[in-house]
């Protein structure tokens, strides 16, 4: 981090930053394609979309893009599938519960926001204990707009009492950077999730970028003293 500010609080993108929820969004893909008659993909192939969410699965799944014409329609239908096994493979990144509880006993606030509408991300997050302790849980359709926007991030902020100033926001998307600077936040990109080390995320802009879950502690002591 470059800049000197007092962390107060971190918020967290959901999906391939804090849980790894690519097996259930390609099941729920492979589900509509052998609904077809297809073979199911191998999830290897899914996985680097799955930040993209219903349009990353259907563009892997079908070569479906938002501007086909019947894309509202199969997104529905992906929803419903995905709906129906969306805890059943999800689990939570490897290092993350140790994280939270040190944030949380340093006294530092902690929160989601994510792209998911919230009738994913309320059911989901409802599913894992880990979630109990979060102080905020903004969706991306909680507020008018999703990231890139700033507002969802605004919106926690809000919620948790802090300035945005005091917050970073921690992301494994472009769009989730371009919304914590757009928001005025520091910003962590992580690449451990669905992109892999050699992601080439220097372009984002954002304040720091790490590869795994342990790297983000020393990084905010650091900010916070520096
Ligand atoms: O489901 C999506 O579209 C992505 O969700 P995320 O913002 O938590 O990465
Ligand atoms: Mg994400």
Redo the contacts with the bound molecule.
């Keep these: 981090m470059t800049q000197s500010r007092q962390v107060q609080a971190v918020l967290f993108?959901?999906?391939?930053?804090l849980i790894d929820?690519a097996p259930d969004l390609a099941t729920a893909a492979n589900t509509m394609r052998v609904a077809r008659g297809l073979s199911s993909l191998p999830l290897a192939q899914y996985r680097p979309m799955a930040?993209?969410?219903?349009?990353g699965m259907l563009g892997i799944a079908f070569g479906l893009t938002p501007e086909n014409t019947d894309f509202n329609v199969l997104r529905e239908e992906f929803f419903c599938n995905y709906e129906r096994c969306m805890t059943q493979n999800t689990h939570i990144f490897e290092g993350v519960p140790e994280m939270l509880t040190t944030l949380s006993g340093q006294g530092l606030k902690w929160g989601?926001?994510?792209?998911?509408s919230e009738r994913?991300t309320l059911p989901l997050t409802r599913s894992m204990p880990l979630f109990d302790t979060a102080s905020a849980i903004v969706s991306?359709d909680t507020t008018p707009h999703a990231?890139p926007h700033p507002e969802p991030l605004l919106e926690a902020a809000r919620r948790l009492g802090v300035p945005p100033q005091y917050c970073v926001y921690v992301?494994?998307?472009e769009?989730?950077i371009v919304a914590g600077l757009a928001a005025g936040m520091a910003t962590v990109a992580v690449t451990y999730g669905y992109l892999g080390t050699q992601a080439d995320t220097t372009r984002w802009g954002a304040h720091a970028t790490i590869n795994c879950v342990n790297e983000l502690l020393p990084l905010l002591q650091l900010a916070a003293s520096a």
């Design positions: 993108d959901l999906d391939g930053t929820s930040g993209a969410g219903a349009r989601v926001v994510t792209n998911k994913f991306g990231k992301g494994d998307d769009r989730d």
